[in-house]
């Protein structure tokens, strides 16, 4: 049986036609390496091709995701019927104020804007993906987060083309209402940056630092970085001896310490596993499926849960049954 979108096509630009294929492994598009076909799938190199693909399954109520690099979903060994876009609209202009597309890597964009002498992206060094992936899970590192440089934002919504202020997207600490949304989502196409004018040196010698914090503390194996959100919850943080006195005094205690403290480092399921060198990252040992990784997420849940009556919420993105 012909599937909608397959009844759809005809609607869409001949050129962006020719570019769709069939039944694309997605384990190709995410950093974890997982996730099984794409019944359609759309590489987009430039703005209008997304745009119009995304209005029009927006327009018809057609199933659709929009990817960036991948770097913070788990996609279902299943796969995902109906369209995903890649978007590999990277064209940016930099400036105080930066214009770029959102399919532009987030952590060359802070390389650009280095170059020019402007200051406010050093935290995205170390972040893989797009600028767009950045916006949706409101991207951030070392106290800094994508959301305060934004000043408006490109977006299809509805069928329609139009350019929304910061406030659209509702951020909060690591979620827009984009993670919230559901069957049809809104497509971002780019952004305005503000950034300030800085010292080349300073910033240079800033983003290197933090480079050296996630060299120390990251596991290099495939994962989708943090898998669970730090809590925010000042009695437990309290409560906890070995937390140091600067998380107690903000309240935030990271998932991953929560995790270890449960012996979860190092603890696996197939081919998932708890990096020994960071509790709160789940990796792909080589041959995990979104089905290990998924386990190895529930069980690292309840396991907080039955020890500190803290439900973990996810910040990497579970796509597909
Ligand atoms: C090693 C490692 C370290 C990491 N460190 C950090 C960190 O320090 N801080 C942090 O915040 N994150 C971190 N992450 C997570 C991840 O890199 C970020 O969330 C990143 O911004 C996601 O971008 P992406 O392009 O890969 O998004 P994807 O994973 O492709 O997509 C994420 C979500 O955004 C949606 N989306 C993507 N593009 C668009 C668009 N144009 N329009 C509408 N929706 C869209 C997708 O549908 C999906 O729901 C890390 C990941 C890894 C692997």
């Not at 327009?59 to 979903?73: D, F, K, Q, W, Y």
């Not at 890597?105 to 992936?133: D, H, Q, Y």
């Not at 406030?167 to 952004?191: H, I, K, N, T």
């Not at 940056?193 to 495939?222: C, H, M, N, S, V």
Request: charged content about 20%.
């Amino acid at each position: 049986m012909k599937s909608a979108w397959e009844s759809a096509l005809p609607q869409l630009a001949a050129n962006t036609r020719a570019q769709i294929v069939r039944n694309e492994p997605l384990s190709l598009h995410t950093t974890l390496r997982v996730g099984g076909p794409a019944e359609l799938f759309l590489y987009a190199r430039d703005r209008d091709t997304l745009a119009d693909a995304a209005a029009l399954g927006q327009r018809l109520g057609l199933p659709i995701l929009l990817l960036g690099e991948g770097s913070n979903v788990c996609i279902s060994d299943s796969g995902i019927p109906g369209l995903t876009v890649r978007n590999g609209c990277r064209a940016a202009q930099i400036g105080p104020l930066t214009t770029a597309e959102c399919g532009c890597n987030f952590m060359k964009l802070f390389l650009k804007s280095m170059g020019a002498a402007l200051s406010g992206l050093e935290f995205a060094v170390g972040i893989p993906g797009t600028v767009g992936g950045a916006l949706v899970s409101n991207a951030g590192a070392y106290r800094s987060n994508i959301c305060d440089l934004v000043q408006r934002i490109e977006v299809v919504e509805q069928g329609e083309r139009r350019w929304v202020g910061p406030e659209w997207m509702e951020f909060s600490y690591r979620d827009s209402r984009l993670r919230r949304e559901g069957g049809r989502p809104a497509a971002l196409l780019s952004v305005e940056l503000a950034l300030k004018p800085g010292d080349k040196t300073a910033i240079r010698i800033l983003a290197k630092d933090f480079q050296y914090q996630r060299i120390r503390k990251q596991p290099w194996e495939p994962s989708a970085g943090s898998w669970f959100k730090n809590v925010l919850d000042r009695s437990l943080a309290e409560s906890l001896p070995t937390l140091t006195p600067g998380m107690k005094e903000s309240g935030v205690v990271p998932a991953g310490y929560l995790t270890e403290a449960c012996g979860l480092k190092g603890f696996a399921i197939g081919g998932a596993m708890i990096a020994p060198k960071h509790g709160n990252f789940i990796v792909n040992r080589g041959s995990a499926t979104a089905a290990d990784l998924r386990a190895v997420a529930e069980t690292a849940k309840r396991r907080v849960y039955d020890k500190f009556g803290v439900c973990l919420e996810a910040e990497v993105l579970s796509i597909g049954e």
